[in-house]
């Protein structure tokens, strides 16, 4: 699966971004997809991640509440929309593919990261 990330960008507090990203190459129904992050200086952690069918999702406490998954298997995108967005969201998130996806997930496909930051 090629997938190719998009949506970022320099926003402040209190402001919402939706990213996209754009899966090619394999059956994107037959994935779970799940968006991660790295701030500066930290490990990539996990945000969410949506069911082949999206029927379920999941999501890091820290992003509870303000996060939004979603897919759309007829274009081939996942969405992440970013409400309520705080200096400490910023990072580089990334897209991600995998049969089934959890935070403590390592999946074998990624797209390149798209930056979001985050002024206070």
């Known amino acids: 699966v090629q997938l190719q990330a998009s949506g970022g960008g320099l926003v402040q507090a209190g402001s919402s971004l939706r990213l996209s990203c754009a899966a090619s190459?394999?059956?994107?129904?037959?994935?779970?997809m799940g968006w991660f992050r790295q701030a500066p200086g930290k490990d990539r952690e996990f945000v969410a991640a949506?069911?082949?069918?999206?029927?379920?999702?999941s999501y890091a406490d820290s992003v509870k509440g303000r996060f939004t998954i979603s897919r759309d298997n007829i274009k081939n995108t996942v969405f992440l929309q970013m409400n309520s967005l705080k200096p400490e969201d910023t990072a580089v998130y990334y897209c991600?593919?995998?049969?089934?996806?959890?935070?403590?997930?390592?999946?074998?496909?990624w797209g390149r990261g798209t930056q979001v930051t985050v002024s206070s």
């Open positions: 949506i069911s082949w069918s999206g029927t379920f999702t």
């Open positions: 190459g394999r059956t994107f129904s037959n994935y779970a």
């Open positions: 991600a593919a995998d049969r089934v996806i959890t935070k403590e997930t390592k999946p074998p496909f």
